[in-house]
């Protein structure tokens, strides 16, 4: 015996306004602070540009895939494009990660050669990007919690946030000591935050594209429910992955040798939504536990 269901806990909460006011900002920014950057010799400010350079190409990714996320499925992709979200936070991670490579070999550099920097324009500067990117995180708060792609949103824009206000407080004290040092060591903070932030990213993106369980379900728990159920002597087969950043999926064996009732496999998948958030099911039943099924 063989049933299935797909049960939808919610409709995922649109976050396009979020996106578009989010790229639009933050694109908006980047330009001040290049030419600020640059004008002042500021590699703090450079630093935080390029950032917020790969937090625009972020929000555009996130955005593209909570789109496609929405597309119906074809006969050739018949999941439709859930997936694109979980490529989209790898893509973005990665090209964090990149980014702060680039911009720490630079820092290096400049500490043997600093270079000095007006203290008043980075702060200026820096303080705007404390209400650009703290409006921006603020759009993502709620969402958080249940995709992938929100939260990376969210981190990145309270991180710039933090950050930002770390450069003021660079920019008060070369005004104040005239160490033109202060610069390349603040840059490299930056670096390491946003190293820390992209790298939890970049694990938990690249778990779900090679279909790990999703952060937060424990495999055994679930295993001890199913078996739990009433007529259930076994279970194997047992398989949970993310089809997306704000989709779970199980599939199992059951092993039941009095079969079950009509209705045991839709109570069960609803019981796997409210217990561990696992809304796409399938169950197949065994009344005879022949042994071709390899335990998992």
Same mark, same amino acid.
């Given at each position: ?27 908006? @920014? ?175 993106? @690249? ?68 217990? @561990? ?20």
């Amino acid at each position: 015996m063989h049933d299935h269901s797909h049960c939808d806990h919610h409709k995922p909460a649109s976050y396009n306004t979020a996106f578009a006011v989010g790229v639009a900002l933050n694109s908006a @920014f980047v330009l001040t602070e290049i030419v600020y950057g640059i004008s002042s010799r500021s590699l703090s400010l450079l630093a935080d540009a390029g950032h917020n350079v790969g937090d625009v190409l972020g929000l555009l990714m996130g955005w593209a895939a909570a789109y496609l996320a929405t597309r119906p499925a074809t006969p050739n992709r018949t999941y439709g494009y859930r997936r694109s979200s979980i490529l989209a936070a790898l893509g973005n991670s990665a090209l964090l990660l990149v980014a702060v490579g680039a911009i720490a070999w630079e820092a290096i550099q400049r500490l043997s050669e600093p270079v000095p920097v007006p203290g008043t324009v980075v702060m200026i500067v820096a303080a705007i990007g404390i209400v650009v990117n703290g409006g921006t995180a603020l759009m993502f708060v709620r969402g958080r919690k249940d995709d992938l792609n929100i939260e990376g949103a969210y981190l990145h824009m309270l991180t710039d946030a933090i950050v930002a206000a770390g450069v003021v407080v660079a920019g008060y004290a070369m005004r104040a000591t005239h160490w033109a040092w202060i610069d390349p060591i603040s840059s490299l903070v930056i670096v390491a935050l946003i190293a820390m932030g992209s790298w939890r990213l970049l694990r938990r993106s @690249f778990d779900l594209a090679i279909d790990a369980v999703p952060d937060g379900i424990d495999p055994k728990a679930v295993r001890a429910f199913l078996e739990s159920r009433p007529g259930v002597q076994g279970v194997s087969d047992l398989h949970i992955w993310g089809m997306s950043t704000t989709e779970t999926a199980l599939t199992a064996h059951l092993v039941m040798p009095a079969g079950s009732d009509s209705g045991f496999v839709s109570e069960l998948a609803h019981e796997l939504i409210h217990e @561990f958030g696992i809304n796409h099911t399938t169950i197949q039943i065994d009344q005879d536990h022949c042994g071709c099924s390899l335990p998992v």
